[in-house]
């Protein structure tokens, strides 16, 4: 049985905007507090837990979509990817 299945259309939905923004505001936040390591570590921290939050969706998720998504883990790569750059170039 598969973990990561794909949701249905749209792709740009109200969930992944909601991921985005929670990666990217963790990630700037831990630049804030702590500087330039500490957007590196709140957004390889960011990146982990949003790859176990989609994980343990397969294994405890009995909603609409219980299953792992690649587009919603991506949306927190790249929301701290984004965040991390820009922090680091202000």
Do not use: C, Q
Not at 36 to 47: C, D, E, F, L
Request: proline share 4%.
């Amino acid at each position: 049985m598969p973990i990561f299945k794909p949701k249905n259309k749209p792709i740009l939905r109200w969930s992944r905007i909601l991921h985005f923004l929670l990666a990217a505001t963790l990630t700037a936040y831990g630049g804030h507090l702590w500087n330039y390591s500490g957007s590196v570590w709140t957004g390889a921290g960011t990146i982990a837990g949003g790859l176990a939050w989609e994980l343990s969706n397969r294994f405890v998720g009995k909603g609409w979509h219980p299953y792992a998504d690649a587009l919603d883990f991506w949306a927190f790569v790249a929301g701290a990817l984004m965040a991390g750059v820009g922090w680091n170039l202000i």
